[in-house]
């Protein structure tokens, strides 16, 4: 059973920069592209960025396009999101996601064809 787990949130000031990361274990992650997501307080779940499963095409949302990047090692199993320039919006907890769907078919930045959701980090973005 392929289960995720996200870690390197924390606090930073406005500026600031963080590098997350989503490590997969029981299964590879070479099959599956993968999705981030962040819920802020009070608000609905938003899909920020997602990566196919070679690394070859990723997908932001607008609010973090060029400040954001993500990225994958397969070779370790691994997603990445680094995320420069956070703002106070930024601050929510951050979640990963596998994508059960084939690339033409997948729902991104709707959570529909996600699956083995981690635990969430949380990112906090203050002065």
């Known amino acids: 059973q392929l289960q995720l787990a996200e870690s390197g949130g924390g606090s930073v000031q406005p500026g600031g920069s963080l590098r997350l990361s989503c490590v997969a274990t029981?299964?590879?992650?070479?099959?599956?592209?993968v999705g981030w997501f962040r819920q802020a307080p009070g608000k609905e779940l938003e899909g920020v960025s997602w990566i196919s499963n070679r690394g070859d095409s990723t997908n932001y949302a607008d609010s973090v396009k060029g400040r954001f990047t993500v990225s994958r090692d397969n070779a370790k199993n691994t997603v990445y999101l680094q995320m420069n320039n956070l703002k106070p919006e930024d601050t929510a907890i951050y979640y990963c996601a596998a994508d059960i769907a084939p690339p033409s078919r997948s729902t991104w930045p709707d959570t529909k064809s996600f699956s083995s959701w981690g635990q969430g980090t949380q990112v906090t973005v203050s002065s």
């Open positions: 029981g299964l590879t992650l070479d099959y599956h592209a």
